[in-house]
């Protein structure tokens, strides 16, 4: 495989974290945190397109998170519909297509009608990628391609026998969506966090300490140059 193709970043996907300890360590509401954190969505996606990555994914909210207290969830879930608000004018100007991956029908009604809306206006946009993970896990998203499968099976639309990874992947939330080649997290856990379980299998890591609000463009640009120093190898041999 030759290096230019391994050095490519396509894909970058971020499990935004820290929002909570930044607004702690501010004596701020962790609602305060979050929306810190949504303010920093659009700078980072800014440098994407600077930095020609043409697909951006967030992680703004896990099938987990429902656990956190309800005037949490529903701060989240305004600041959601708030990004989309103020935000969709420029994602049209830019030609940046919004999606979304998730259970989708599970989010509060308005939050999901303004999300259905942004990823209806922005369909045809041919520039960057937008994806936006919410009420999204991993694991929910392989179990509900495995229920899709057998339905097509038990309809007779899918046979059992072409049932390959290339296969599986077209059952998949956004079968579209490439895999990614970098994954940041922010906030120094060492943990995956049931984001994006199918697609990372060979992604490269980059974990930084810091936290999401204050992760700018030059914080990424060590992200970037750090991945540009991996060696990709897909399980094989590159040449020497
Ligand atoms: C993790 O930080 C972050 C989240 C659970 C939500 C991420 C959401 C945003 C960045 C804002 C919403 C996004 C958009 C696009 C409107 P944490 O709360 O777990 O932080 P902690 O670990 O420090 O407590």
Redesign the pocket.
């Known amino acids: 495989m030759g290096s230019e193709k391994t050095k490519q970043l396509n894909h970058l996907a971020i499990i935004?974290?820290?929002?909570?300890?930044?607004a702690?360590a501010r004596n701020l509401p962790?609602s305060e945190?979050?929306?810190a954190?949504?303010d920093?969505?659009l700078e980072i996606v800014k440098s994407c397109r600077k930095f020609n990555i043409k697909y951006l994914t967030?992680?703004?909210?896990?099938t987990e998170?429902w656990k956190r207290p309800a005037a949490e969830v529903n701060a989240?879930m305004l600041?959601?519909g708030?990004?989309i608000d103020k935000k969709l004018k420029f994602m049209q100007q830019e030609n940046i297509r919004f999606n979304a991956i998730g259970r989708l029908s599970g989010l509060p009604e308005s939050a999901g009608k303004k999300l259905l809306y942004a990823m209806e206006q922005t369909r045809n946009n041919s520039g960057n990628v937008l994806t936006?993970a919410l009420n999204y896990g991993g694991r929910p998203e392989i179990a509900d391609a495995a229920r899709k499968i057998a339905m097509a099976v038990k309809n007779g639309t899918l046979d059992v026998e072409s049932i390959d990874e290339a296969a599986f992947g077209r059952f998949l939330y956004d079968p579209e969506l490439p895999d990614p080649d970098l994954v940041i997290r922010t906030?120094g856990?060492l943990r995956l966090s049931n984001f994006l379980l199918w697609q990372m299998a060979y992604s490269e890591l980059y974990v930084t300490d810091v936290?999401?609000p204050d992760f700018k463009e030059k914080e990424l640009q060590s992200a970037l140059q750090a991945f540009a120093g991996r060696d990709r190898r897909f399980g094989g041999v590159n040449k020497a």
């Not at 935004?16 to 930044?22: A, F, L, P, Y």
């Not at 967030?58 to 896990?62: D, G, M, Q």
């Open positions: 935004m974290d820290g929002n909570g300890r930044w702690q962790r945190g979050h929306r954190g949504a920093n969505v967030l992680y703004a909210f896990s998170n989240l600041l959601l708030e990004f936006l906030s856990e936290l999401w």
